[in-house]
């Protein structure tokens, strides 16, 4: 039987997705399960006092809490908020507003922080809002860890991307992006060699990270040996060219019209020893890897009917999820068998970075067709365990790796006196089973609180979106 949270202290207020209610300064977490993400191990029948918007006090011993909230959590779980470390707030398809429809779904799937792979300077100003309203808890919105903008080279990948072509205009944007606020340089595949290590040097020079793509000019070598913070996405056919065992074979073609046989011949000829290798070398030179695996997924069947039938459909603005719809039955049946062996080679990927300590991040690449915001983070760890990680170390890589890797782990990412509060409680141990870290009963993101009645009223069907756009982004 479900245990009942009980409130010695009524919340006053209506709630709503656009304004919170008040609530106590003061709230305790009574003879809750406490899950210790680092050692890997539950503290049981704790009393977690969160005063204001940090954890101010965990004891087995009785805590007293004058005028707060106290919350009977026998028998459920307490774990950090999680993380999606590859959204795209901004670049949506459908435009609408990330207030109306992203934010209330981060908070109801327990997703706390996120970090934005394509903020452009001017839209700095909304972010600094946004983060403005998270600490006075006067909105509904998840905690933004980082922003960055995406810098390409010729021809573009995407309409509106900043471009550059030589040294000069590299490092003029770096700057730019520097001067307007943005938190890393987001590199991407089409920059040529010269302007990704001028983007190197001039972000070493104004002290920026960059992160991102592989560009098809340089190795997986180079960008570790250069610094890059993190590798953004895995199977993609370049990648499989440069691991290939008869890599110059596949690199006299590489300009050439690439058939669906090319492809798979690509795939199939990776060489595991040579990811091992690379594998070895992220960890010495502390390059960390997203691998997106839930994007990865979702172009691989874009026509599968448990896709189409999705009841998160429900929640996605109606000609967003019809525009969708217009993208299924794209791939034939060879495409996607392609698809089916490129998506099990990545999984084969991630389980030899795991193996090897390589630092793993969970990002859905949020802002693409049949991602959804905030639970679509809980298919990633999903696909981590299937790689071969255990419920632990996929929990890791929405928790405290993007903490460390964020260098906010003194702040967040562990459920730990004197740390912010941002905490999901769950009603199952996710170190048993990681599918039960959908089981929420209640968030609290910077110290205010949400219980299971409030994050339902979140997950509310999407409305029309008036001003609809196919385009997607990674």
């Known amino acids: 039987m479900r245990n009942t949270i009980t409130l010695l202290l009524l919340f006053v207020g209506a709630f709503s997705c656009a304004q919170v209610y008040p609530q ?9 399960n406490i899950v210790d993400v680092e050692q890997g191990v539950v503290r049981t029948n704790q009393n977690v006092w969160v005063e204001g918007n940090r954890i101010k006090s965990i004891s087995s011993k009785p805590l007293k809490n004058k005028g707060g909230t106290i919350i009977d959590a026998s028998g459920k779980y307490l774990i950090p908020g999680l993380w999606d470390m590859h959204v795209h707030v901004f670049n949506n398809v459908s435009k609408r507003p990330p207030e109306e429809w992203y934010f209330p779904q981060f908070i109801a799937n327990g997703v706390t ?24 808890n006067s909105k509904i919105v998840p905690r933004f860890a980082a922003v960055g903008t995406l810098v390409d080279g010729t021809p573009v990948s995407w309409k509106n991307s900043d471009t550059a072509i030589n040294a000069a205009q590299a490092r003029a944007i770096v700057q730019r992006l520097k001067d307007g606020g943005v938190d890393f340089v987001k590199v991407y595949a ?6 990704y290590f001028a983007i190197v040097a001039e972000a070493k020079k104004l002290q920026i990270p960059f992160a991102g793509h592989l560009p098809n000019s340089v190795s997986f070598e180079e960008v570790s040996n250069a610094g890059q913070k993190s590798i953004e996405h895995l199977g993609w056919y370049k990648m499989f060219i440069d691991l290939s065992a008869d890599k110059e074979t596949f690199q006299k073609i590489n300009d050439t019209a690439w058939t669906p046989e090319l492809r798979l011949q690509s795939i199939q000829s990776f060489s595991e020893q040579k990811w091992s290798d690379l594998a070895e070398l992220f960890v010495k030179n502390g390059t960390w890897i997203c691998p997106t695996s839930t994007i990865n997924y979702s172009s691989m069947l874009p026509d599968d009917t448990a896709l189409q039938h999705d009841t998160r459909l429900k929640l996605v603005p109606s000609t967003e999820s019809e525009d969708w719809l217009k ?8 495409t996607r068998f392609i698809r089916e062996v490129r998506f099990q080679k990545t999984l084969d990927m991630i389980r030899i970075m795991h193996n090897k300590g390589v630092g793993l991040l969970a990002g859905t690449d949020l802002g693409n067709p049949y991602i959804y915001a905030g639970s679509s983070l809980h298919d990633e760890l999903g696909f981590f365990v299937k790689a071969g990680l255990s419920p632990l170390a996929a ?6 790796n993007p903490a460390r890797y964020s260098d906010m782990n003194k702040e967040l990412g562990t459920v730990q006196e004197g740390k912010l509060a941002d905490l999901v409680l769950l009603d199952a141990n996710p170190l048993d089973n990681i599918s039960n870290t959908r089981k929420i009963t209640a968030v609290m993101i910077n110290g205010r609180i949400y219980l299971r009645k409030d994050l339902d009223r979140m997950q509310r069907p999407g409305k029309k979106s008036t001003t609809p756009d196919d385009n997607q982004v990674e």
């Open 327 to 334: 993208l299924s039955g794209r791939a034939n049946s060879k």
């Open 395 to 400: 929990l890791q890589t929405a928790t405290i």
């Open 190 to 195: 089409r920059l040529n060699r010269e302007t």
């Open 24 to 32: 106590s300064k003061s709230v305790i977490f009574k003879n809750v």
């Open 113 to 136: 922080s996120v970090r934005d792979m394509w903020t452009k300077p001017e839209s700095m100003p909304d972010v600094n809002r946004w983060r403005k309203q998270l600490s006075q």
